[in-house]
């Protein structure tokens, strides 16, 4: 049997080049209580998959909330496996992206893929920088502000990293996605417009189906549309 010698690359390479969000960090303060487990590290690849949302078993609850104020910001932390291995393979270049959701109550919501999004953050490229690069560098740990005129109550907050070394075919874009409870305090009472994940995504996007190396074989394109809305702030 012939079989492609990028494909067994690849193959060997891939289960050790995946990540699971891990940690949540507010003030210092770090739990693991508040984010939805998932069964392994695994990417998602077709973007009209009920678990683009919260990933495969996102729609089980976990035990706490993390309290963050409006205005402030919030870490989440990546991992291969735990604290000692290292966020995602260098290879996995491309875009981090965080949405919201509000919710009646985070600790029984069982729907995610049927929640009202809204990005309030993301990264792309920046010269020869991918937000997965600077994600590296920071040890898993990704910042973001929550808006300060929300309104408060009980959200799931929603990061994403879409690794592109594979994307240059529609299906290839691996998707990396964690959810994790979250009440805000301290809001306002701003209604950011909305999108339903799945269904935010086109799988022909050209932030979501692009060759990334250019023709010196760099991962770093001229330019890159991150897919989805403009962040709300
Ligand atoms: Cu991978």
Redesign the pocket.
């Known amino acids: 049997m012939l079989v492609k010698a990028s494909t067994l690359l690849y193959l060997a390479g891939?289960a050790a080049?995946?990540c699971t969000l891990q940690y949540s960090i507010v003030n210092g303060q770090e739990t693991t209580s508040n984010i939805r487990r998932v069964p392994n590290n695994n990417?998602i690849q077709n973007v009209q998959s009920s678990t683009l949302a919260c990933n495969v078993n996102g729609e089980n609850p976990a035990g706490s909330i993390q309290q963050v104020q409006a205005g402030g910001s919030i870490t989440l932390e990546w991992h291969h496996e735990g604290r000692n291995t290292q966020a995602i393979?260098a290879s996995?270049k491309g875009p981090i992206l965080t949405y919201l959701a509000k919710v009646g109550s985070a600790t029984s919501e069982r729907n995610p893929a049927n929640l009202d999004w809204f990005k309030i953050a993301h990264t792309g490229l920046e010269g020869e920088n991918w937000a997965v690069d600077t994600l590296r560098a920071n040890n898993g740990k990704w910042t973001v502000q929550i808006p300060s005129s929300i309104a408060n109550g009980e959200y799931l907050i929603r990061q994403e990293i879409i690794?592109l070394h594979s994307a240059y075919a529609p299906g290839g874009a691996?998707f990396y996605v964690g959810c994790a409870q979250i009440s805000v305090t301290g809001g306002g009472s701003a209604s950011p417009p909305t999108v339903k994940i799945p269904g935010v995504y086109d799988a022909n996007h050209p932030g979501i189906t692009i060759s990334i190396y250019n023709s010196k074989g760099d991962p770093y394109p001229e330019s890159y549309e991150i897919p989805g809305p403009e962040p709300f702030q």
């Open positions: 891939s080049a995946h990417p393979d996995h690794a691996q």
